[in-house]
């Protein structure tokens, strides 16, 4: 077979809209990151919730108004509460729960101490659920540029 007379399409390997969310990966193109440092536990300075003022790969921006991110608090919210939920039915189903001993105090314990410790992750998974309600997959955004956003004041970037 001649190669010549052969077509190749290029497919490129796009992740789906929950995989790129919950890689926190720009919800318009899908492949740049959303954050500066991969690690949502690189706490030195706040860096672990250090966005990328625009995408790598597609040039969309990140901050699209004053105080864009500010309704990520009830996201998160409901990330914990949803995670408590997950945490008790297993609990439930592996250990069982009684009032007559402390089995329910023992998961309760524990629930509050991973949530603690996942806060990091699920503040970032907050914000990347978030951008991505306001930002639409483009699968034309490498010939297309991104819209600016309209109401934003450089001064008071990051002022929160």
């Known amino acids: 077979m001649d190669s010549s ?3 190749e399409a290029v497919v490129e390997n796009i992740p789906g809209y929950l995989s790129a969310t919950l890689n926190c990966k720009c919800p318009r193109c899908r492949k740049g990151d959303l954050f500066q440092y991969k690690s949502a536990y690189n706490l030195k300075k706040g860096n672990y919730m250090k966005m990328n ?3 790598l790969e597609c040039g969309q921006p990140t901050e699209i108004e004053l105080g864009f991110y500010y309704g990520t608090g009830f ?3 409901a990330i914990t509460v949803l995670f408590s939920i997950i945490t008790f039915i297993l609990w439930w189903c592996i250990i069982g729960v009684s009032i007559n001993d402390n089995r329910l105090f023992w998961w309760l314990g524990l629930d509050i101490f991973f949530m603690l410790l996942l806060q990091p ?3 970032r998974l907050a914000r990347s659920f978030w951008i991505s309600w306001y930002v639409k997959y483009n699968k034309n955004w490498k010939g297309e540029r991104p819209i600016e956003p309209e109401r934003t004041n450089n001064e008071m970037k990051n002022a929160w």
Do not use: A, D
């Open 5 to 7: 007379n052969m077509t």
């Open 53 to 55: 003022e625009k995408c």
């Open 121 to 123: 992750l699920f503040m």
């Open 75 to 77: 996201v998160s919210y």
